[in-house]
């Protein structure tokens, strides 16, 4: 080891996902580990072991920092499978169904990411929140100006964050300020293809927003590019609502439904996430399943629009993956903790109770292994990317008393969970640095 490597160890209770740990009251064996004084040694941004404080203390070098943290839970750092950060100045706006919303407010929003410095200050917010609620890893959407795009990579590679990302394509139903040239959209993004994807820790996702604002021969450029670079990633929407479904169906006669456009034009792959999937039927489940995509269930953006209620358990019977996602704008938070607290509700209604073990399992591996990134990040093991994010269980009076009644691992998560929210956040940590701390001096 020589001399300029960056170490440092992270001791406190950590609990972290193996495995998928089911849907019971009990993880399934071996699918999880929780320890009470464990500790995370980094060294260069990885994780090099993730053992009983008292296993490695003996194997550590003179003079390491030791960040104590027994006062509080370690898990691996928050994913995020679908959100927009062009749209945060917008959450909260009185609510509207799907196409009034995209006209009414994020539509006029996003025309301001034409400008650079815009752009950039609208980047370093956005990250900003990210960090500040735990999150480390997202699938964003920018807007249709590539300049977004350059603004959102620069702002994530200064954080050394592992970020997947994409210029939004469209080239009708919208503004002119906001519709590409048919093919010129995608000759933008192959350009931010060469100068982003695979650089640090960014990854490129091409970013057609739905099928309403692309013609076909866009959606057709668009599959040619995947095509020929299976490694990109796709993302777009799918099914969120009735009336959303019905005006596909007008435009494309000729698909058999909704998912039909998309795979008459090579979209749907095992790199593919379609947002929201609610009014899918089995057929479609399956045939999404078949080719290894995914659905990013955004619970609170569907309450919020009142789309409807995403079937999960449905889609886990046909074997197609279901990732989680905030959707801010429409989202009503960034925090991966108010994220599972709308899947909790929205599997209340349905009749799927949703776990502790679930729903962090579903907000870290799981998020990694739709994403393709579950040999990077999602859990806490040697080998990995040392994303980490720290949460207080005693960042609120109720949350103290709460957890103080419980008796389990299982109720403290589930606890947690369903109570918390950005204060419960007291650090996170990117690529083996801090990169967020509640408790910070802030000067003014």
């Known amino acids: ?96 169904e799907l196409l009034d919303w995209l006209n009414d407010y994020t539509f006029p929003a996003e025309c301001r990411f034409a400008d650079a410095a815009y752009a950039e200050a609208g980047a370093e917010r956005f990250l900003d929140e990210m960090l500040r609620v735990g999150t480390t890893t997202a699938q964003v959407f920018c807007s249709s100006h590539p300049v977004s795009v350059d603004s959102f990579f620069s702002a994530a590679q200064r954080r050394q964050l592992r970020m997947i990302a994409g210029k939004v394509l469209m080239d009708r139903h919208a503004p002119d300020a906001l519709t590409d040239d048919t093919l010129g959209g995608v000759r933008d993004s192959e350009r931010l293809i060469a100068d982003w994807h695979g650089r640090d820790r960014l990854s490129y996702t091409l970013t057609p927003r739905f099928a309403p604002t692309s013609t076909r021969e866009q959606l057709d450029a668009v599959g040619g590019v995947l095509n020929n670079a299976p490694d990109l990633y796709l993302q777009t929407h799918l099914s969120e609502n009735r009336g959303e479904v019905a005006w596909v169906a007008e435009l494309f006669p000729e698909s058999r439904d909704y998912l039909d456009v998309y795979e008459r034009y090579g979209l749907v792959g095992p790199r593919s996430t379609f947002a929201h999937g609610i009014h899918l039927n089995d057929d479609q489940r399956r045939r999404l399943a078949q080719r290894g995509a995914n659905i990013a269930f955004c619970p609170t953006s569907n309450l919020f629009l009142g789309s409807g209620l995403m079937d999960r358990l449905a889609c886990r ?109 007291a650090a996170t940590w990117a690529n083996g640095r801090l990169v967020h701390e509640r408790d910070a001096p802030r000067f003014v």
């Not at 104590?68 to 100045?89: A, C, E, N, T, W």
């Not at 709460?402 to 299982?410: D, V």
């Open 1 to 96: 080891m020589t001399m300029n490597t960056h170490q440092r160890l992270l001791r406190g209770p950590l609990f972290t996902c193996l495995d998928d740990p089911g849907e019971e009251a009990t993880p399934l064996a071996a699918t999880t580990r929780y320890l009470e004084d464990g500790a995370i040694w980094i060294v260069d941004g990885h994780i090099r072991a993730v053992e009983p404080f008292e296993v490695l203390a003996d194997q550590l070098p003179p003079g390491i920092e030791i960040v104590d943290y027994r006062d509080k839970l370690m898990m691996p750092g928050f994913i995020d499978s679908h959100v927009h950060y062009v749209q945060l100045d917008i959450m909260a706006s009185y609510g509207r």
């Open 317 to 425: 019977d046909a074997g197609l993956t279901t990732s989680l996602a905030s959707d801010v704008g429409a989202g009503t938070t960034l925090s991966g903790l108010g994220t599972l607290q709308g899947a909790y509700q929205v599997g209340a209604l349905l009749g799927q109770a949703l776990t502790g073990w679930q729903g962090f399992y579903r907000l870290t591996l799981g998020n990694a292994r739709a994403l393709h990134l579950d040999d990077k990040i999602g859990s806490l093991q040697a080998g990995f990317e040392a994303d980490i994010v720290v949460l207080d269980p005693n960042s609120t009076p109720l949350m103290s008393r709460r957890l103080s009644q419980t008796e389990t691992l299982s109720e403290r998560l589930f606890a947690m969970m369903m109570l918390g929210d950005d204060r419960t956040v």
